[in-house]
């Protein structure tokens, strides 16, 4: 197998806002939030196919084209969400939850103790439970308030990578929240902090084509020549519309 295709677990979604009048939707949700905790048991096959019934129920059918040839994980990635077609969103809902019936016959969707720490332990500090388990979630849904608070209390895990080998800093240039990634740089987080694919909080702001978390990245001094595992630097998985920030002068 290419080397570059042998981890998949950055794959899992966050759970979304559901009516609970949805019974689906409900089921969903809890089998959305149950693979956060379970993803590093799971094969990058399972965890494709996941991926693509996730975007297909929230987003319909494939709506990005498709990446360049030298991004292999994110070609995988589309054409997991882009062989679905125009499955309907019920379906792939469906067909979400029967996938983690099929890889846990044991999940329990009245079980509402269920382990979902996706931000729990690093390799090197795998005794060391990070404190708060939703960080992850207030800085995906942009709540300032909840992450200052976790900043406030956190002094020993600023630059650890979770289980799915990313930190903190990684999820807000992602996301593209200017207001946390700044918080999170005068905390002291590390701007040129590398997952566990060696890429950097700008190659996740770049290719996501965030042009104001890439600007004040390079304010902060971010280095653009840093490269990944595949040796590609934030410049080549850049947008367009950044990549004019990112060449050298």
Request: aromatic share 8%; proline share 3%; charged share 25%.
């Amino acid at each position: 197998m290419d080397p570059r295709l042998d981890d998949y677990s950055d794959l899992v979604e966050l759970g979304i806002d559901i009516d609970e009048s949805d019974v689906l939707g409900n089921k969903f949700n809890k089998c959305v939030k149950y693979i956060q905790g379970i993803a590093g048991t799971l094969n990058n096959e399972v965890l494709l196919k996941l991926y693509g019934f996730y975007k297909q129920s929230i987003e319909g059918p494939c709506n990005i084209p498709k990446p360049s040839w030298y991004d292999m994980k994110g070609k995988s990635k589309w054409e997991a969400w882009n062989n679905l077609g125009d499955m309907s969103s019920d379906d792939a809902k469906n067909k979400y939850i029967q996938t983690v019936l099929d890889v846990s016959p044991s999940f329990n969707f009245e079980d509402t103790q269920m382990k979902t720490d996706s931000w729990v332990k690093v390799s090197s500090l795998a005794h060391e439970p990070v404190s708060n388990t939703d960080i992850c979630d207030f800085i995906q849904s942009g709540d300032e308030k909840k992450v200052k608070e976790y900043l406030a209390g956190d002094t020993n895990h600023k630059n650890a990578l979770d289980d799915q080998g990313m930190g903190l800093i990684h999820y807000a240039s992602d996301i593209g929240n200017l207001n946390i990634l700044k918080m999170l740089v005068e905390d002291g987080y590390d701007f040129n902090l590398q997952d566990k694919d060696k890429q950097t909080p700008l190659h996740y702001a770049a290719s996501c084509g965030h042009e104001d978390c890439v600007k004040f990245l390079l304010s902060c001094g971010a280095l653009i020549d840093i490269v990944d595992v595949d040796g590609c630097k934030a410049v080549d998985v850049a947008c367009d519309s950044v990549k004019r920030l990112l060449k050298p002068t």
